[in-house]
């Protein structure tokens, strides 16, 4: 059984910290892309960073704030969220894509991180 479990997420104010994990299991996970996604209210979801392949790539709005890192050995994405803003606020998700199998991926159920004073 395939599942993606997101924790970290919280209420922290405006320049605080997060950090964001998702424990995966049920898939070969060192063969999948795995990224973050971000979906505020009333805006579409959005990719925030992802990390694959030896490679890692950032929207622009968290570059140099967010770092996107992986531990194979335990099946787990982080993002290490700092200076957050209150347009960070959002449901945060992780998302495995394949790397071998085109079209195949899994999401998380969310995270929901709230920057405010």
């Known amino acids: 059984q395939v599942q993606l479990v997101e924790s970290g997420g919280g209420l922290v104010q405006p320049g605080g910290s997060l950090r964001l994990s998702c424990a995966a299991s049920?898939?070969?996970?060192?063969?999948?892309?795995m990224s973050w996604y971000r979906q505020a209210p009333g805006k579409e979801r959005e990719l925030v960073a992802a990390?694959?392949?030896?490679?890692?790539n950032y929207a622009d709005s968290v570059k140099g704030r967010f770092t996107i890192s992986r531990d194979n050995a335990k099946n787990t994405v982080y993002l290490q969220m700092n200076s957050l803003k209150p347009e960070d606020t959002a449901v945060y998700y992780c998302?495995?894509?394949?790397?071998?199998?085109?079209?195949?991926?899994?999401w998380g159920q969310g995270t929901q991180v709230t920057v405010s004073s």
């Open positions: 049920g898939f070969a996970f060192s063969n999948y892309v």
């Open positions: 990390i694959g392949g030896g490679a890692t």
């Open positions: 998302k495995g894509r394949s790397r071998v199998v085109v079209g195949r991926e899994y």
